[in-house]
């Protein structure tokens, strides 16, 4: 009988509640990625299984920088490993997946983020199931690019929110079905990964000076003015389908206009959760998109738009170039 020859897989630790133990201050990142691993035996029946620890924090203190220094171990150790997962924190996991879905594009092999609302060190703890369930992915033929994995669904990097702060279904899927669900080890798919030829492109730059701004009525819109003078792209987080405040002494539609004279770019994203931005429905909608550097996000969620924009600052300075890049799809047809 010829002998099954089995993936490799490997494991990238960063800390988050699944790796966290008990101190006097509270759950604080500790376990090694070796003893994750341990705490998952049944991988070992179909993957060969590798860890690199490059950081153990809590994801609230990850940053920008952090997400490089992923890039970097991926790209280091492609050829030598069939698919890739990543440990990592909850409360920031849907920033760093949409930021990988920009700085890896076109991989041909599974990069999962996971992680857990309880440590694997607990008796009861989702931590064992969806670490098992990412590295099922990670095997899974056919499956290429950034996915978040939780509670059995397979999210696309760029899709991924999270929408609870202590129940096990913590993600959801904005305005997309879930790429795949995890079920007793097997992988139903949804959609055709196809990859372009040319392998993996990965970018190892990011420019930060992105500020997110979420309006709430009574707020002045000189705060603009100070946000503009720090940060190079403004994203409003702003009501329904989205528009800008323009009457009385609260005029925030003058002071975005001022930023686009400054060459500032503004991005109208939407508070609702589901469902997109569509400025032009109101007249507080259509009186922004006057302004010539004026964008909207349409169904992107919000991490996806301010880490797009922050990989775009990486690449270039020029706004035009930004604007054109920002509303074109990365990966595939229902990537942004």
């Not at 133990?21 to 705490?39: M, S, V, W, Y």
């Not at 064992?128 to 509670?151: H, P, Q």
């Not at 990964?193 to 392998?199: C, D, E, I």
């Not at 930004?322 to 074109?328: A, W």
Request: with cysteine; glycine share 8%; aromatic share 10%.
């Amino acid at each position: 009988m010829e002998k099954r020859v089995l993936k490799k897989i490997l494991l990238i630790a960063t800390g988050g509640t699944i790796a966290s133990q008990e101190t006097e201050e509270g759950l604080a990142p500790a376990i090694a990625p070796d003893t994750l691993l341990k705490a998952v035996p049944e991988i070992r029946s179909f993957c060969e299984a590798d860890a690199v620890q490059i950081l153990n924090i809590d994801s609230t203190n990850l940053q920008p920088e952090n997400w490089l220094k992923m890039v970097h171990v991926v790209r280091e150790k492609y050829q030598n490993y069939d698919g890739f997962v990543i440990t990592h924190g909850t409360d920031t996991m849907a920033y760093t997946a949409a930021a990988l879905s920009y700085l890896i594009q076109n991989a041909d092999k599974p990069i999962v983020l996971t992680g857990s609302q309880k440590p694997i060190g607990y008796g009861i703890s989702d931590a064992r199931k969806n670490l098992y369930d990412s590295f099922v992915l990670a095997c899974e033929d056919k499956m290429a690019g950034v996915y978040l994995v939780f509670d059995g669904k397979a999210i696309f990097g760029t899709r991924a929110r999270k929408i609870k702060s202590k129940s096990y279904d913590a993600f959801e899927s904005v305005n997309h079905p879930v790429a795949a669900r995890i079920y007793d080890g097997h992988v139903i798919r949804y959609f055709e990964t196809p990859v372009q030829p040319g392998g993996p492109v990965f970018y190892e730059k990011v420019r930060p000076s992105v500020f997110l701004l979420k309006l709430i009525p009574g707020m002045d819109p000189d705060i603009l003015e100070y946000v503009g003078a720090r940060y190079d792209v403004i994203v409003i987080e702003s009501y329904g389908v989205g528009g800008v405040p323009f009457v009385d002494r609260r005029n925030f539609l003058l002071e975005v206009e001022k930023l686009a004279a400054q060459g500032k770019i503004v991005v109208v994203t939407t508070q609702a959760l589901f469902e997109g931005s569509d400025v032009g429905v109101y007249a507080v909608g259509k009186k922004a998109m006057n302004c010539p550097t004026l964008l909207q996000s349409y169904d992107m969620t919000v991490e996806a738009v301010v880490t797009k924009m922050m990989w775009l600052l990486g690449e270039t300075q020029e706004g035009e170039e930004i604007r054109r890049r920002f509303y074109k799809p990365v990966h595939r047809d229902f990537h942004k």
